[in-house]
């Protein structure tokens, strides 16, 4: 079956695979919902975007996503309120950065109308997969590749604009320990570590695993050229506390401009607590953890909207946080949350409703 729906080519899945979802015991982004945007860039141009029965995708083996690594994408999520109304929280935002990252990589930008209108009628059509659970959301995945063929190191004629939706439970669960990496660097001046570049992630998987074999979840990344900034963890933007003050590493070449991340400035700033963006050495942070003076350390990112740090290791030693009763994460991730769920007023214009 297939319908127009703002000129959006609809092709409708015959039977539904919603029976098949356990909504009490959802992993993160492993089920996915019945349908799937497939956008093609070719001839120089964009064309119609479709929406189709979650599938497989096909590709020639010469297709130049394998042999160059042209390939970005976003994290967003969708979130279902008590009356049934789906949100998505500041999604222009993903829309502006992915068309960043497509020009870093070489990648053609994708029209606003293609992303909105292709996202939200995808999220209508697969609403119901669209979880209520605590913690609960709708992870969203779109992405671009390089589709067309050749093994010439150049980029490709053709790509694809895919959105694919998978009803996740939380991220992480508890607190996380990280190591403080000195030889292995996520990215450099001039690189592409701005950018939401699958290779990006890819080169973090060996050291990162190394980390888990002493015992950590995660690596805090340092700057490429001495180590002596902290600069990201994991795959997150990094927030540290020392007494009362709110500090995070400024954005550059190397370090993602963080959705999640301004959403923390600006709330942090709302409520009156003391922040600073600036260079944090690894030496400054070490030292407030011997004096007493680092209260907390925290990851930020869609995926876990704020992973709260137990402690960090560096040079053999491992250093704890304390436990606090009331700290600036905790707080910061719920006022997030509460717009993010419609159960709180939206004094910043973030929350989007998606028309029926």
């Not at 995926?303 to 491992?318: E, H, K, L, W």
């Not at 910061?332 to 989007?352: A, C, H, M, P, V």
Request: with cysteine.
């Amino acid at each position: 079956m297939s319908i127009e729906a703002k000129n959006i080519i609809v092709e409708k899945v015959k039977n539904s695979k919603i029976d098949q979802v356990d909504f009490d015991n959802l992993a993160f982004g492993s089920v996915f919902t019945d349908h799937m945007v497939v956008c093609t860039y070719k001839n120089g141009v964009w064309e119609t975007p479709t929406i189709v029965p979650y599938q497989p995708i096909t590709l020639d083996p010469s297709s130049k996503i394998f042999h160059y690594g042209q390939s970005i994408f976003e994290g967003m999520k969708a979130y279902k309120d008590t009356s049934g109304d789906v949100f998505l929280f500041r999604p222009l935002d993903n829309f502006k950065r992915l068309n960043i990252s497509a020009e870093r990589m070489c990648i053609p930008q994708i029209p606003q109308e293609y992303f909105m209108d292709s996202l939200t009628t995808l999220l209508n059509l697969d609403k119901a997969f669209i979880p209520t659970q605590e913690g609960s959301s709708l992870y969203i995945r779109p992405f671009m590749f390089a589709s067309g063929n050749g093994f010439h190191a150049s980029p490709a004629n053709e790509y694809k604009f895919i959105i694919a939706c998978a009803p996740s439970g939380s991220y992480f669960s508890g607190k996380v320990k990280v190591l403080i990496e000195e030889k292995y660097s996520r990215s450099a001046n001039g690189g592409v570590g701005f950018a939401k570049a699958g290779g990006n992630y890819a080169g973090q998987f060996y050291p990162t695993q190394l980390a888990i074999d002493k015992g950590y979840n995660q690596v805090i990344w340092t700057d490429d050229t001495n180590h002596e900034f902290i600069e990201e963890a994991g795959a997150m933007n990094i927030f540290i506390r020392i007494n009362d003050t709110l500090m995070t590493a400024p954005t550059s070449d190397r370090i993602l401009d963080g959705i999640t991340r301004k959403s923390i400035l600006e709330i942090a700033k709302d409520q009156g607590i003391k922040t600073e963006v600036r260079k944090i050495s690894v030496k400054e942070v070490v030292e407030a953890a011997k004096n007493g003076s680092l209260k907390e350390m925290f990851g930020a990112g869609t995926a876990a909207v704020i992973s709260p740090i137990s402690g960090f290791g560096y040079r053999d030693t491992t250093y704890e946080l304390p436990e606090l009763q009331q700290s600036y994460g905790a707080r910061l991730k719920k006022i997030i949350t509460d717009i993010q769920y419609n159960k709180s007023e939206d004094k910043f214009g973030w929350r989007y409703k998606v028309e029926k």
